[in-house]
């Protein structure tokens, strides 16, 4: 695991165009919403309730490196639309467990496709040595991603 920050040589910007680059395409991506009354940040919960499944709320929080208080405002508003539901957890009678719904499911899915839409349309532009890269580039910036 990578303890410190590397170094920017003089000639190599390399770090630095790099954050530049997913910040600016995450940004567009972020756009390209489904339902443009969810936060990013109640879009990115949901997402982590997709992938690791059900969650309490200081499990979602420390996920999604935000406060527990918040997370607990983040769960009441989801909740409030129907996206998730709290159950009761079950060795722990004092804390709750957060399951997404299936209307949160098929959001998540019809924003997927909208957003690989997008993106499929984007990389259109990129001629064969260059879509070949971001392919190669792809489980290294989703390792970068889990680090």
């Not at 936060?39 to 997402?47: A, H, I």
């Not at 957003?115 to 532009?125: F, K, P, Q």
Request: hydrophobic share 40%.
């Amino acid at each position: 695991m990578l303890t410190t920050m590397p170094e920017l040589s003089h000639g190599d910007d390399a770090v630095n165009a790099l954050r530049s680059a997913v910040m600016r395409l995450s940004r567009r991506l972020k756009h390209q919403r489904v339902d443009e009354s969810l936060s990013p940040t109640e879009m990115s919960v949901l997402g982590t309730l997709a992938r690791c499944g059900r969650a309490t709320p200081g499990e979602l929080a420390r996920k999604e490196h935000v406060q527990p208080p918040s997370m607990t405002r983040i769960v009441a508003m989801l909740e409030a639309k129907g996206l998730v539901r709290l159950e009761p957890h079950p060795d722990d009678r004092r804390q709750k467990v957060v399951t997404q719904t299936e209307q949160a499911e098929a959001m998540l899915e019809e924003s997927r496709r909208k957003r690989n839409a997008w993106l499929a349309e984007l990389a259109s532009g990129l001629d064969d040595d260059e879509w070949a890269k971001v392919r190669a580039a792809a489980p290294v910036l989703e390792k970068l991603a889990q680090l």
